[in-house]
């Protein structure tokens, strides 16, 4: 099993729907959980950490994590198609992040 | 949240010619960064860990010749590509680990994309 796993999509949402996205993480990465969006040609940038089980709210975007799941899930309210882009998904494991291969999100007008 | 940056932005150059990559942090210090290419459509890939004082851990298959490392302030790392070749062009990103707080936190550069004729 990877340790951080995510479907690739592309996941498809029309603008003002919310967009869920989901992530998997093995034991052998820790308790630290991070989104990132990419958008294309561009590098990562930080969304959302989460540490805690239970939701973690920053403006649209909402975090889930439960630890006795152990998965990992982004919300997006009212998408808007500025949202379309790559989520990754990251935990840190020894020393490094962990990185999911990221799941494309395309939001439609 | 913490700023990276990485210079330059867009290099092209030729086969065989050496191509140096920085990466600071801006407004903290960090005493470890980690580089990564990302060739199109692909998931980043992590290239060495970089420890300020100290040799980069290189991550299995990577050339340690071939991909200089040099962390020599808390600010600031380089890469270089040595004898690059045209397999190399990528797009190279690296990041710093913000040491403060709880839970250390990874932000990027805006990467840098290489070109090898």
């Known amino acids: 099993q990877k340790e951080v796993e995510q479907n690739s999509g592309p996941l498809s949402v029309p603008e003002g729907a919310i967009a869920s996205l989901n992530c998997t993480y093995s034991d052998r990465v820790s308790q630290s959980f991070f989104w990132y969006r990419q958008y294309s040609g561009k590098s990562p940038e930080l969304i959302m950490s989460?540490?805690?089980?239970g939701d973690k709210e920053d403006g649209r975007f909402t975090a889930q994590l439960n630890k006795a799941s152990q998965y990992v899930s982004l919300l997006i309210r009212d998408s808007q198609p500025s949202d379309s882009a790559t989520y990754l998904c990251a935990a840190q494991g020894f020393q490094k992040l962990v990185f999911g291969t990221g799941t494309r999100l395309l939001v439609s007008p | 949240g913490a700023v990276v940056s990485q210079h330059p932005s867009r290099v092209i150059c030729k086969s065989g010619t050496s191509v140096k990559i920085e990466c600071r942090s801006l407004?903290?210090?960090?005493?470890?960064m980690f580089w990564y290419r990302q060739f199109p459509k692909k998931s980043l890939m992590l290239m060495a860990t970089s420890n300020e004082g100290s040799k980069a851990t290189y991550e299995q298959g990577v050339e340690k010749d071939k991909f200089l490392i040099n962390h020599a302030s808390l600010t600031l790392s380089t890469l270089t590509v040595t004898s690059a070749h045209p397999e190399d062009s990528s797009f190279y990103i690296c990041s710093a680990r913000d040491p403060s707080g709880v839970w250390e936190t990874q932000y990027f550069g805006p990467g840098t994309r290489l070109l090898v004729l």
């Open positions: 407004d903290f210090q960090a005493t470890t």
């Open positions: 989460i540490y805690s089980n």
